[in-house]
């Protein structure tokens, strides 16, 4: 009973988690905490040069003190106070392993000093290959979000009809210009096209007729020519000679 409580409240509280946990967010946020972690690199390195700087100095306060030594346990010798150059011997010794310790100790602070240089070299590559994946990743996570909303506008158009109306109401349109020429195909067709064009010819040979007439008139055209330029009369057709012709020039 108890381990299904258990099961039950863990499988609640990583609901709470799931819900609250926002990949853009965290990862912005593990960006800033690996910004964060620069400055304390930095002033870590610091100290230990800081280190290196003073051990640097006792060697060489060392370095003076051993020549010191030196020259006056030389001193004594020369002079004859053996005692007092012994005792310079004793405190030149001291200094030497003095500063035999200090060597070592400033090897050591060398190499730690290098070490985390090459430490935080290594940080920032791989801080930077880090920081390089999170904002690639939140700009692919904003493009899909826009293309989501995008196909969702989409979508809405269809789910809103707006596409089958559109074509329904395009066919609608096409149907009525479609009706509206084969009407005036058939009106067309139910004009008597054979009688409008004996009237136009019949126009045109009343036109030519009342020309030929002007001309004899005008003495442009003899009864003879003007016979030879009329048309041919046509069957059932009334036809006027050349002596009707004459008298009615």
């Not at 863990?10 to 912005?28: Q, T, V, Y």
Request: aromatic share 4%.
């Amino acid at each position: 009973m108890w381990a299904r409580l258990k099961r039950m409240f863990r499988s609640i509280l990583g609901a709470f988690i799931e819900m609250g946990e926002d990949p853009k967010m965290i990862l912005e946020q593990n960006v800033r905490d690996m910004q964060d972690k620069v400055p304390e690199i930095n002033s870590g390195l610091a100290k230990a040069r800081a280190g290196i700087i003073r051990l640097e100095e006792e060697a060489s306060d060392y370095e003076k003190q051993i020549r010191s030594m030196t020259a006056k346990v030389r001193a004594c010798l020369a002079s004859g106070e053996e005692k007092l150059a012994a005792d310079f011997a004793v405190r030149l010794k001291r200094v030497q392993e003095a500063l035999s310790r200090n060597q070592e100790q400033l090897k050591g602070a060398r190499a730690g000093y290098d070490s985390l240089v090459k430490l935080k070299e290594k940080y920032m590559s791989e801080m930077k290959r880090k920081t390089d994946e999170a904002m690639q990743a939140i700009r692919e996570a904003d493009s899909a979000k826009w293309k989501t909303e995008l196909a969702g506008v989409f979508e809405s158009f269809e789910v809103a009809g707006v596409d089958t109306t559109h074509d329904e109401m395009i066919s609608k349109l096409k149907a009525k210009g479609a009706e509206a020429a084969g009407k005036l195909a058939m009106a067309g067709e139910t004009v008597n096209m054979k009688e409008i064009d004996l009237e136009e010819r019949a126009r045109e040979m009343e036109g030519k007729e009342l020309l030929q007439q002007f001309k004899l008139e005008m003495g442009l055209a003899t009864p003879s020519a003007a016979a030879a330029a009329a048309p041919p009369a046509k069957e059932g057709e009334k036809t006027i000679g050349p002596a009707e012709r004459e008298r009615a020039g």
